[in-house]
């Protein structure tokens, strides 16, 4: 009696279902409800994968954070009202379309061309190991990518600051 | 074969025993709460339902059940339903990685007195902490009304704030344990707790959960000399009442993790693990309501600058000076 991969199609089908309804649902707030199923979906398929440490990063940052964020946006901001909202027509589904036939080509040919690798017996990553690899071996990517975060914030401080009120009378 | 089932077994015993704790612990809050404030303020509190007002929790519970279960009609039916529990659920959750004993010798097997001894448990804390924001901002969000969209905005910006500094200050707990893990937490607390090598980390997260929990003088969310009630301002009986016994499992719940990262958890001379640790869990409640009686409630924009200007600055400085002292050490 196994009951991983009966857990794993479970939280799979509730993840897909959950991301389609998130696409398609109007209401913004509700479509942020059915991400936050799906990214806990996707948390507990990492775990499931002995991948604990990954698992907990997609809740804290994702789920946690970028969602929540997202949410307090839309709730300052109130974007419209859900009725008004038009569904997208054939020519918005279009690139959708065609970015999905292509992933759905290459899981085919991945299915199709599929070898029998032998799966090293994972018995998960603990956080030293993690950290160790992420910040000895790709230590110099991550400082790169800081960077480029920290300037993303000041870019958007710049952007987001008032202008003096005696230069915008001058212009 | 058997092995199996007894532990399946001994896990179900764990979880439902530690859940009716809690869920009781969190009813006799409310009542504590009531008395003590009363004390504090020179009235008597309820001492009418049973010995000294002891039954009151079980005359609430009656009372919230057979209230009438209201939705605003212009109100989010499906999300207004759904947020208590998601107010409730995670500060439930939570308790389950909390250590509140050391390990027992049970018929020959040993047996931990915590139901998940996870590798990344601190992590899940911090997760599960992030994600009881959805139940206040949904919550205010579904009632459609203005006092409680308010007390949801407010609530969300305030838990986005001091869940960072709560973060940043447990960061130091894990450098001295070496650590992620809450029972090798505890254990490395045997001799020296961490709160000695770590007061500034200890006064930060302090604050900081004082904060998650929205407790005076941190309580902006629910403000009712402005906003009625903030977010909960619709709610009704028992959807009410579940928001209101959240808020108390999370006080016992981020109580027992301050015992657990800085009072050396369930360490302790003389007295047995288990009480050893529900003794400090308790005094943090008891500081929260003492608080409560005694602080005003702060203004938004120092409620803002405290968590960011701060109390987010001051730890990142202590993981520094603590990530030195470690490296000096050796």
């Known amino acids: 009696m196994n009951l991983l991969p009966i857990l794993f199609y479970l939280l799979a089908a509730v993840m897909v279902a959950a991301t389609i309804f998130a696409i398609t649902e109007k209401h913004p707030v509700h479509a942020i409800a059915y991400l936050v199923t799906s990214f806990f979906a996707l948390a507990a398929i990492f775990y499931l994968l002995a991948a604990p440490l990954v698992a907990m990063f997609e809740v804290i940052i994702y789920a946690g954070a970028i969602m929540v964020l997202f949410m307090f946006v839309i709730m300052m901001l109130d974007p419209g009202h859900a009725d008004e909202a038009r569904r997208p027509g054939l020519l918005h589904w279009l690139p959708a379309l065609f970015f999905a036939g292509i992933i759905l080509a290459a899981l085919v040919m991945g299915a199709a061309l599929r070898q029998a690798v032998p799966v090293p017996i994972s018995t998960g990553l603990g956080v030293k190991e993690f950290s160790l690899a992420l910040f000895r071996r790709y230590g110099v990517a991550i400082e790169i990518i800081s960077m480029q975060l920290l300037f993303a914030v000041v870019g958007a401080l710049y952007l987001g600051k008032k202008r003096s009120p005696s230069r915008s009378e001058d212009s | ?330």
């Open chain 2, 1 to 330: 074969m058997t092995m199996v089932p007894l532990h399946i077994l001994a896990a179900l015993l764990k979880v439902s025993v530690i859940l009716v704790a809690i869920l009781t612990l969190a009813a006799y809050m409310v009542f504590a709460e009531r008395r003590l404030l009363a004390w504090i303020q020179d009235r008597k509190g309820p001492n009418r339902v049973g010995p000294f007002g002891l039954l009151q929790p079980l005359a609430d519970l009656i009372k919230l059940l057979a209230k009438e279960d209201f939705c605003p009609p212009a109100g989010d039916k499906w999300l207004f339903y759904l947020a208590p529990a998601m107010a409730a659920i995670p500060a439930i959750v939570t308790f389950a990685l909390v250590p509140v004993g050391a390990p027992v010798d049970l018929f020959g097997t040993v047996v931990d007195l915590q139901i998940v001894d996870l590798n990344v448990g601190l992590l899940l804390f911090l997760a599960l902490s992030s994600i009881a924001v959805y139940g206040v901002a949904l919550g205010g969000w579904a009632s459609n009304s203005k006092y409680a969209l308010l007390g949801s905005i407010r609530g969300l910006a305030q838990l986005i704030s001091y869940e960072l500094s709560m973060g940043l200050s447990l960061v130091p707990v894990v450098m001295l344990a070496r650590s992620v893990r809450l029972s090798e937490i505890v254990s490395a607390q045997a001799g020296v707790w961490f709160i000695v090598y770590q007061p500034l980390a200890f006064l930060i997260f302090l604050l900081s959960i004082l904060a998650e929990c929205k407790r005076i003088p941190f309580d902006l969310p629910e403000a009712e000399g402005e906003l009625v009630a903030g977010f909960h301002t619709e709610y009704s009986g028992m959807r009410f009442g579940l928001f209101f016994v959240g808020e108390y499992i999370n006080i016992i719940v981020l109580g027992g993790l301050a015992s657990t990262f800085f009072l050396g958890g369930w360490h302790g001379p003389l007295l047995p693990p288990v009480v050893w640790f529900t003794l400090k869990t308790l005094s943090f409640a008891f500081l929260f309501i003492w608080l409560r009686g005694t602080l005003p409630r702060l203004r938004y924009d120092q409620l803002m600058h405290l968590g960011w200007k701060l109390l987010t600055p001051l730890a990142l400085v202590n993981i520094l000076v603590t990530a030195w002292w470690l490296y000096l050490k050796g």
